[in-house]
Protein backbone atom coordinates (compact mmCIF):
# COMPACT_ATOMS: atom_id res chain seq x y z
CA UNK A 1 0.00 0.00 0.00
CA UNK A 2 1.48 3.70 -1.30
CA UNK A 3 2.56 5.86 2.19
CA UNK A 4 -0.16 8.68 1.04
CA UNK A 5 -3.09 5.60 0.94
CA UNK A 6 -1.64 4.57 4.93
CA UNK A 7 -1.47 8.03 6.13
CA UNK A 8 -4.95 8.68 4.99
CA UNK A 9 -6.24 5.68 6.51
CA UNK A 10 -4.45 6.25 9.42
CA UNK A 11 -6.16 10.07 9.95
CA UNK A 12 -9.43 8.00 9.16
CA UNK A 13 -9.06 5.99 11.84
CA UNK A 14 -8.04 8.32 14.42
CA UNK A 15 -10.87 10.58 13.67
CA UNK A 16 -13.19 7.77 13.81
CA UNK A 17 -11.89 7.49 17.39
CA UNK A 18 -12.06 11.10 18.40
CA UNK A 19 -15.96 10.98 16.67
CA UNK A 20 -16.81 7.72 19.04
CA UNK A 21 -15.71 9.68 22.28
CA UNK A 22 -17.35 13.20 21.02
CA UNK A 23 -21.11 11.81 20.98
CA UNK A 24 -19.97 9.54 24.21
CA UNK A 25 -19.53 13.21 25.47
CA UNK A 26 -22.86 14.76 24.19
CA UNK A 27 -24.78 11.43 25.51
CA UNK A 28 -23.33 12.07 28.67
CA UNK A 29 -23.80 15.58 28.38
CA UNK A 30 -27.33 15.54 27.75
CA UNK A 31 -28.40 13.16 30.35
CA UNK A 32 -26.72 15.92 32.90
CA UNK A 33 -28.24 18.71 31.49
CA UNK A 34 -31.72 17.10 31.57
CA UNK A 35 -31.35 16.84 35.33
CA UNK A 36 -29.76 20.33 35.87
CA UNK A 37 -32.38 21.99 33.59
CA UNK A 38 -35.21 20.63 35.64
CA UNK A 39 -33.28 21.55 38.93
CA UNK A 40 -33.12 25.12 37.97
CA UNK A 41 -36.70 25.23 36.04
CA UNK A 42 -38.16 24.26 39.74
CA UNK A 43 -35.80 26.74 41.60
CA UNK A 44 -36.24 29.89 39.87
CA UNK A 45 -40.25 30.07 40.56
CA UNK A 46 -39.62 29.53 44.60
CA UNK A 47 -36.58 32.53 43.68
CA UNK A 48 -39.16 34.35 42.08
CA UNK A 49 -41.63 34.61 44.70
CA UNK A 50 -39.33 35.10 47.40
CA UNK A 51 -38.19 38.37 45.95
CA UNK A 52 -42.13 39.22 45.42
CA UNK A 53 -42.76 38.17 49.48
CA UNK A 54 -39.85 40.51 50.18
CA UNK A 55 -40.50 43.66 47.25
CA UNK A 56 -44.32 43.55 48.75
CA UNK A 57 -42.91 44.11 52.90
CA UNK A 58 -40.71 46.58 51.62
CA UNK A 59 -43.13 48.22 49.61
CA UNK A 60 -45.92 48.10 52.53
CA UNK A 61 -43.16 49.43 55.56
CA UNK A 62 -42.62 52.22 53.49
CA UNK A 63 -39.00 52.90 54.62
CA UNK A 64 -40.06 52.41 58.23
CA UNK A 65 -36.76 49.96 58.88
CA UNK A 66 -32.96 50.45 58.27
CA UNK A 67 -31.56 47.32 56.66
CA UNK A 68 -27.78 46.20 56.93
CA UNK A 69 -27.78 44.18 54.45
CA UNK A 70 -29.29 47.09 51.85
CA UNK A 71 -26.72 49.43 53.29
CA UNK A 72 -25.62 51.13 50.33
CA UNK A 73 -21.42 52.19 51.15
CA UNK A 74 -18.64 54.09 49.46
CA UNK A 75 -17.02 51.76 47.51
CA UNK A 76 -13.55 50.86 48.99
CA UNK A 77 -12.90 46.84 48.72
CA UNK A 78 -14.84 44.86 45.97
CA UNK A 79 -15.68 41.10 45.94
CA UNK A 80 -16.10 39.90 42.24
CA UNK A 81 -17.35 35.85 42.63
CA UNK A 82 -16.43 34.19 39.39
CA UNK A 83 -18.95 30.89 38.54
CA UNK A 84 -17.22 28.62 35.93
CA UNK A 85 -17.05 24.85 35.48
CA UNK A 86 -14.17 22.49 36.79
CA UNK A 87 -14.05 20.75 32.96
CA UNK A 88 -13.62 22.08 30.18
CA UNK A 89 -14.53 20.96 26.58
CA UNK A 90 -17.50 23.22 26.60
CA UNK A 91 -16.57 25.64 24.01
CA UNK A 92 -16.03 29.47 25.20
CA UNK A 93 -18.46 29.19 28.36
CA UNK A 94 -15.52 29.59 30.80
CA UNK A 95 -13.84 31.86 28.48
CA UNK A 96 -16.41 34.44 28.38
CA UNK A 97 -17.09 34.25 32.11
CA UNK A 98 -13.28 35.03 32.92
CA UNK A 99 -13.61 37.69 30.63
CA UNK A 100 -15.90 39.39 31.59
CA UNK A 101 -15.15 39.54 35.16
CA UNK A 102 -11.88 40.45 34.33
CA UNK A 103 -13.49 43.66 32.25
CA UNK A 104 -15.95 44.27 35.08
CA UNK A 105 -12.29 44.29 37.76
CA UNK A 106 -10.58 46.88 35.32
CA UNK A 107 -13.11 49.26 34.02
CA UNK A 108 -16.09 49.48 36.51
CA UNK A 109 -14.31 49.63 39.26
CA UNK A 110 -10.93 50.84 37.71
CA UNK A 111 -9.86 53.44 40.64
CA UNK A 112 -10.27 50.09 43.30
CA UNK A 113 -8.67 48.10 40.74
CA UNK A 114 -5.44 50.01 40.40
CA UNK A 115 -5.07 50.27 44.58
CA UNK A 116 -5.46 46.47 44.96
CA UNK A 117 -9.22 47.02 46.41
CA UNK A 118 -10.48 44.51 44.29
CA UNK A 119 -10.42 40.41 45.50
CA UNK A 120 -11.87 37.69 43.24
CA UNK A 121 -13.68 34.54 44.91
CA UNK A 122 -13.08 31.85 42.56
CA UNK A 123 -15.93 28.92 41.98
CA UNK A 124 -14.93 26.20 39.32
CA UNK A 125 -11.36 25.02 38.36
CA UNK A 126 -11.76 27.10 35.24
CA UNK A 127 -11.89 30.09 36.71
CA UNK A 128 -9.14 29.76 39.85
CA UNK A 129 -6.71 28.76 37.12
CA UNK A 130 -7.23 31.59 34.94
CA UNK A 131 -6.80 34.08 37.90
CA UNK A 132 -4.23 31.85 38.96
CA UNK A 133 -1.88 34.85 37.77
CA UNK A 134 -3.88 37.76 38.69
CA UNK A 135 -2.56 40.45 40.88
CA UNK A 136 -5.02 41.14 43.25
CA UNK A 137 -6.39 39.05 46.24
CA UNK A 138 -7.53 35.62 45.06
CA UNK A 139 -9.80 33.57 47.24
CA UNK A 140 -10.12 29.88 45.79
CA UNK A 141 -11.88 28.22 49.03
CA UNK A 142 -14.47 27.13 47.40
CA UNK A 143 -13.35 26.13 43.91
CA UNK A 144 -14.59 22.82 43.96
CA UNK A 145 -18.39 23.70 44.88
CA UNK A 146 -19.66 22.62 41.79
CA UNK A 147 -18.21 19.38 42.26
CA UNK A 148 -21.01 18.00 44.06
CA UNK A 149 -23.24 20.93 44.12
CA UNK A 150 -25.83 21.08 47.07
CA UNK A 151 -28.21 23.77 48.96
CA UNK A 152 -26.17 23.29 52.11
CA UNK A 153 -22.63 23.71 50.70
CA UNK A 154 -24.08 26.70 48.62
CA UNK A 155 -25.32 28.30 52.06
CA UNK A 156 -22.02 28.12 53.63
CA UNK A 157 -20.39 30.23 50.51
CA UNK A 158 -23.31 32.34 51.16
CA UNK A 159 -23.21 33.08 54.41
CA UNK A 160 -19.46 33.81 54.09
CA UNK A 161 -20.12 36.28 51.48
CA UNK A 162 -23.13 37.85 54.34
CA UNK A 163 -20.78 38.17 57.14
CA UNK A 164 -18.14 39.68 55.01
CA UNK A 165 -20.38 42.38 54.06
CA UNK A 166 -21.76 42.86 57.48
CA UNK A 167 -17.73 42.89 59.01
CA UNK A 168 -17.47 45.85 56.51
CA UNK A 169 -14.27 43.59 54.63
CA UNK A 170 -15.91 44.29 51.66
CA UNK A 171 -18.33 47.04 50.32
CA UNK A 172 -20.08 45.32 47.61
CA UNK A 173 -20.36 42.25 46.23
CA UNK A 174 -20.90 41.04 42.27
CA UNK A 175 -21.76 37.33 41.33
CA UNK A 176 -20.52 36.79 37.29
CA UNK A 177 -22.01 33.88 35.99
CA UNK A 178 -23.85 32.26 32.96
CA UNK A 179 -27.62 32.53 33.45
CA UNK A 180 -29.41 29.67 31.46
CA UNK A 181 -31.53 30.05 28.58
CA UNK A 182 -31.42 26.62 26.28
CA UNK A 183 -29.42 24.46 25.36
CA UNK A 184 -27.64 26.59 22.45
CA UNK A 185 -27.71 29.85 24.27
CA UNK A 186 -26.10 31.20 27.87
CA UNK A 187 -26.62 34.78 29.12
CA UNK A 188 -23.76 35.87 30.34
CA UNK A 189 -23.97 38.04 33.34
CA UNK A 190 -23.18 40.33 36.12
CA UNK A 191 -25.84 40.15 39.38
CA UNK A 192 -25.55 42.53 42.65
CA UNK A 193 -25.49 40.07 45.15
CA UNK A 194 -24.86 42.62 47.95
CA UNK A 195 -26.06 45.14 49.35
CA UNK A 196 -29.49 44.17 48.54
CA UNK A 197 -31.10 45.81 45.82
CA UNK A 198 -34.51 47.07 45.81
CA UNK A 199 -36.70 44.29 45.17
CA UNK A 200 -39.71 45.79 42.78
CA UNK A 201 -43.45 44.83 44.42
CA UNK A 202 -46.35 43.35 42.90
CA UNK A 203 -48.74 45.65 44.79
CA UNK A 204 -50.65 48.82 43.26
CA UNK A 205 -48.75 52.06 44.24
CA UNK A 206 -52.10 52.94 45.83
CA UNK A 207 -52.27 49.85 48.17
CA UNK A 208 -51.30 49.96 51.72
CA UNK A 209 -50.88 46.76 53.25
CA UNK A 210 -51.27 46.24 56.77
CA UNK A 211 -49.33 43.30 57.73
CA UNK A 212 -49.68 41.04 61.12
CA UNK A 213 -46.27 39.81 61.81
CA UNK A 214 -45.64 36.69 63.73
CA UNK A 215 -42.99 36.64 65.20
CA UNK A 216 -41.93 40.24 65.10
CA UNK A 217 -41.30 42.08 61.82
CA UNK A 218 -37.48 42.73 63.06
CA UNK A 219 -37.13 39.21 63.32
CA UNK A 220 -39.09 38.11 60.59
CA UNK A 221 -37.05 39.98 58.29
CA UNK A 222 -33.73 38.94 59.62
CA UNK A 223 -34.81 35.99 59.20
CA UNK A 224 -36.10 36.42 55.10
CA UNK A 225 -33.37 38.55 54.09
CA UNK A 226 -30.53 36.17 54.11
CA UNK A 227 -33.06 32.92 53.26
CA UNK A 228 -33.40 35.49 49.64
CA UNK A 229 -29.73 35.87 49.55
CA UNK A 230 -28.85 32.01 50.20
CA UNK A 231 -32.08 31.44 47.33
CA UNK A 232 -30.53 33.82 45.25
CA UNK A 233 -27.25 32.03 45.15
CA UNK A 234 -27.87 29.00 44.57
CA UNK A 235 -30.35 29.63 41.62
CA UNK A 236 -26.93 31.25 40.35
CA UNK A 237 -25.31 28.04 40.57
CA UNK A 238 -27.74 26.06 38.94
CA UNK A 239 -28.37 28.59 36.31
CA UNK A 240 -24.54 28.00 35.68
CA UNK A 241 -24.51 24.29 36.05
CA UNK A 242 -27.53 23.95 33.56
CA UNK A 243 -25.35 26.37 31.46
CA UNK A 244 -22.79 24.17 31.80
CA UNK A 245 -23.88 20.68 30.35
CA UNK A 246 -25.90 22.45 27.21
CA UNK A 247 -22.80 24.55 26.45
CA UNK A 248 -20.94 21.12 26.22
CA UNK A 249 -23.51 19.09 24.58
CA UNK A 250 -23.63 21.74 22.01
CA UNK A 251 -20.10 21.85 21.57
CA UNK A 252 -19.71 18.00 21.18
CA UNK A 253 -22.45 17.86 18.98
CA UNK A 254 -20.43 20.07 16.33
CA UNK A 255 -17.08 18.46 17.02
CA UNK A 256 -19.19 14.81 16.00
CA UNK A 257 -20.70 16.79 13.38
CA UNK A 258 -16.94 18.34 12.26
CA UNK A 259 -16.16 14.67 11.95
CA UNK A 260 -18.62 13.78 9.96
CA UNK A 261 -17.58 16.35 7.74
CA UNK A 262 -13.51 15.69 7.61
CA UNK A 263 -14.54 12.00 7.24
CA UNK A 264 -16.50 12.78 4.16
CA UNK A 265 -13.61 14.79 2.64
CA UNK A 266 -10.60 12.10 4.32
CA UNK A 267 -12.66 9.03 2.29
CA UNK A 268 -12.85 11.35 -0.91
CA UNK A 269 -9.28 11.48 -0.84
CA UNK A 270 -8.75 8.06 -0.11
CA UNK A 271 -11.01 6.99 -3.05
CA UNK A 272 -9.30 9.12 -4.83
CA UNK A 273 -5.76 8.16 -4.23
CA UNK A 274 -6.49 4.58 -4.38
CA UNK A 275 -7.88 5.29 -8.32
CA UNK A 276 -4.78 6.72 -8.71
CA UNK A 277 -2.79 4.28 -7.43
CA UNK A 278 -4.84 1.30 -9.46
CA UNK A 279 -4.84 4.03 -12.82
CA UNK A 280 -0.52 4.07 -12.39
CA UNK A 281 -0.23 0.35 -11.55
CA UNK A 282 -2.98 -0.64 -14.84
CA UNK A 283 -0.79 1.45 -17.00
CA UNK A 284 2.47 -0.22 -15.76
CA UNK A 285 0.99 -3.52 -16.58
CA UNK A 286 -0.50 -2.05 -20.25
CA UNK A 287 3.26 -0.41 -20.64
CA UNK A 288 4.97 -3.99 -19.68
CA UNK A 289 2.50 -5.89 -22.26
CA UNK A 290 3.30 -3.69 -25.29
CA UNK A 291 6.63 -3.93 -24.42
CA UNK A 292 6.80 -7.83 -24.73
CA UNK A 293 4.71 -7.89 -27.71
CA UNK A 294 6.60 -5.01 -29.62
Not at 3 to 20: D, E, F, H, P
Not at 60 to 79: F, N, P, V, Y
Not at 145 to 158: M, P
Not at 241 to 263: K, Y
Amino acid sequence: MPANLKQVRGRIKSVMSTQQITKAMKMVSAAKFRRAQDAIIQMRPYAKKMNNILGNLAAALDGQMSLDLAESRKLKHILIVVLTSDRGLCGSFNTNINRKAENLAKEQYANQFENGQVTILTIGKKGNDYFAKWSGNVISDHVHLLHDLSYDAANKVSNFLTDSFLSGEFDRVDVVYSRFKNAASQVFQIEQFLPIIKVESDLSSKTKTDFIFEPDRDKLIAELLPLMLRTNFYRMLLDTVASEHGARMTAMDQATENANELLRDLRLTYNRARQDAITTELIEIVSGAAALNA
